[in-house]
C-alpha cells in the first residue's frame, strides 16, 4: 500500500485532469451552494453547516418495501423527516455484477457501473426526483461508494485490465484481500490504486454524483482497504465543490486527521456494546474507551450505531446481539459525542437478520420505536450539548460508587446541559451521583417530567434502565 501524498505537481495536473466544478446543477439546501473553494487555500473537511446536530439512517432500497423501488420509498420521507432523520445513507445504487454473483439478486457492493442505478430500483432521473424530494424536505443524501473492488461485469474489466489487482504469477485478476487477509469475496474484483488513472476515473465518477444528482456526501466502503493517496486526492477534489459530509468504514485515526472525512466507524463502541449486553465486559470499558480514543483523534467524530445492515445480516438484529439491553445501548449511541446512525427498521423493529442476496423485505406493521428515537434525536438538534464533534459538549463521567454496573455522565454546551445515567447491567441498581457540578433541575425526556439533581443524591435504576436529563 502506498502510504504517501502524491507529488505537488502530479497533484495540480491531477487537478487540471479532472476539471473544478463551477456549481451543482441540482438544487440543494443553501448551506451546500458555497461557491467553489480555492484547492490551494482548501481547509478539510470542509463539512455543510447542517452535520453539526445531524441524524443519519441507512437505507438499504432492496430491503425497504415490497416494490424495492426509489419510487415507493418516498411514501417514507414524512414519517423518517418528523422521527428526527437529517441524513439519509443509501447503500450502493448502481448496478450489480451478474457474473459469480453471490445468490439469486448478488450483492449491492458487486458494482456493474458507477454512473448508472440499478434498474431494479428505477432510473437515474428518478433517483435525482428523489434526492430533491429530499432536499425540499431539509434532509440530506449520501450514497455508498465502493472504490476498493468492481464487479466482474463492470466494463473495466475488459477496457482497462491494468487497473486491476493481478496475481502475481497466474497473471488473472483477483478477489480483495481485507486488511491483507484471504476473503470470501469472490463475486468482486479488487481495484488497483497505484495506477493514477484508475484513481482519477473514480474521482471524476464521484464529482458526477455531486455535481449532476446532487448528493451530498458519500459512505465509503472498506476505506482501511484503500491507499491514503487515493482519499488525499479525492478530498482535495471532492471539498473544492461545496463543503459535504464524507463517512469513512474504518476506524483507523488517519481517514480523520487527514481531514478527508469528517467521521468514521465507532466500531469499537460497537463491540463493547455487545460484550456488555452480554456479560462479557462491565461499564467500566466505556470511559476507558473514551479516554483511548479521544487520544488518536485530532478532529471528527465516530458515527455510533446498535446495527446497519453488516450487523444485522452477519451477526444478528440487536434483539439477538443484546437483548433487553438494546435500548439503552440506543440511548448511549446517541448521546455520546458523535453522530448516532440507526439502520432502517429499527424503528419496526426489525427483530430478524435481512437476507442480503436475496429479497427480503421489512415488515413496517408497527413503528414501536419510532417515538423512542424521535425522543433521542429531537433532544439532539436542540440541546448544544449532544451535537456532534466539538460542535457539543465533551462528555464528563460521574462516578456512582457501582461504576461496573452504572454509566454516567454530563455534557455542557453555550449553556446548555445533559446528564445521562445508564445501568448497563440486567439487575436493578442504586447508586449515589457524586459531586454537585450536575446540581439543578432538569426535563426527564423520556418520562416528560421534571428532575431535580443535587449532589450525591441517590437513583434508582431498573435492569438496562435510562435516564436521560436536560436543562431546555
Not at 120 to 138: C, D, Q, R, S
Not at 164 to 171: F, G, K, L
Not at 205 to 224: N, S
Request: with cysteine; charged share 20%.
Amino acid at each position: 500500500m502506498n502510504r504517501n501524498t502524491p507529488p505537488y505537481l502530479f497533484f495540480w495536473l491531477f487537478l487540471l485532469l479532472l476539471g473544478i466544478p463551477q456549481g451543482c446543477t441540482n438544487s440543494t439546501p443553501s448551506d451546500d451552494n458555497a461557491p467553489a473553494a480555492d484547492s490551494s487555500q482548501l481547509h478539510k473537511p470542509r463539512v455543510p453547516k447542517w452535520a453539526k446536530n445531524a441524524v443519519l439512517y441507512e437505507v438499504n432500497i432492496r430491503q425497504f418495501t415490497p416494490e424495492g423501488t426509489f419510487k415507493a420509498f418516498e411514501a417514507h420521507l414524512p414519517r423518517l423527516k418528523k422521527m428526527g432523520v437529517d441524513i439519509l445513507w443509501f447503500m450502493p445504487i448502481h448496478p450489480i455484477s451478474k457474473r459469480k454473483r453471490k445468490g439469486s439478486l448478488g450483492s449491492p457492493y458487486a458494482v456493474a457501473d458507477y454512473y448508472r442505478v440499478n434498474p431494479e430500483f428505477g432510473t437515474l432521473e428518478e433517483f435525482k426526483a428523489l434526492v430533491a424530494k429530499i432536499h425540499n424536505m431539509g434532509m440530506y443524501v449520501i450514497i455508498d461508494w465502493v472504490p476498493n473492488h468492481t464487479g466482474w461485469d463492470h466494463p473495466w474489466i475488459e477496457q482497462h485490465p491494468e487497473w486491476y489487482t493481478h496475481h502475481p504469477t497466474a497473471d488473472t485478476i483477483m478477489h480483495p484481500t481485507d486488511r491483507g487477509k484471504p476473503t470470501d469475496w469472490y463475486d468482486v474484483a479488487e481495484l488497483d490504486h497505484s495506477n493514477p488513472e484508475l484513481r482519477a476515473e473514480l474521482i471524476r465518477a464521484m464529482k458526477f454524483w455531486v455535481e449532476e444528482i446532487g448528493v451530498d456526501g458519500f459512505r465509503c466502503d472498506t476505506a482501511h482497504n484503500v491507499p491514503e493517496v487515493f482519499w488525499n486526492e479525492m478530498g482535495d477534489v471532492l471539498y473544492a465543490i461545496r463543503p459535504l459530509f464524507l463517512l469513512a468504514e474504518t476506524e483507523e485515526p488517519f481517514h480523520r486527521n487527514s481531514g478527508n472525512f469528517v467521521a468514521d466507524y465507532g466500531w469499537t463502541l460497537h463491540h463493547l456494546m455487545n460484550q456488555i449486553a452480554q456479560g462479557q465486559a462491565s461499564a467500566l470499558a466505556i470511559p476507558k474507551y473514551l479516554k483511548a480514543d479521544a487520544e488518536k483523534y485530532s478532529q471528527g467524530y465516530h458515527v455510533y450505531f446498535t446495527s446497519n445492515h453488516d450487523e444485522n445480516a452477519w451477526h444478528g438484529s440487536v434483539f439477538e446481539r443484546m437483548g433487553d439491553a438494546h435500548k439503552v445501548m440506543a440511548v448511549l449511541a446517541a448521546t455520546l459525542n458523535g453522530m448516532p446512525l440507526i439502520y432502517g427498521g429499527q424503528e419496526a423493529p426489525l427483530r430478524r437478520r435481512l437476507a442480503f442476496f436475496e429479497k427480503d423485505s421489512i415488515n413496517w406493521d408497527d413503528y414501536a420505536y419510532a417515538n423512542f428515537y424521535h425522543t433521542l434525536f429531537e433532544l439532539k438538534h436542540r440541546n448544544k450539548a449532544l451535537w456532534n464533534g466539538k460542535d457539543g459538549g465533551p462528555v464528563e463521567v460521574i462516578h456512582t460508587g457501582k461504576d461496573d454496573k452504572v454509566f454516567a455522565f454530563q455534557r455542557e454546551k453555550d449553556g446548555d446541559k445533559v446528564v445521562v445515567v445508564l445501568n448497563l447491567s440486567d439487575e436493578m441498581q442504586t447508586i449515589r451521583l457524586e459531586g454537585d457540578s450536575f446540581s439543578g433541575s432538569y426535563n426527564n425526556v423520556f418520562a416528560n417530567s421534571t428532575m431535580l439533581l443535587t449532589g450525591d443524591m441517590a437513583v434508582q435504576l431498573g435492569p438496562w434502565d435510562y435516564i436521560v436529563l436536560s436543562n431546555k
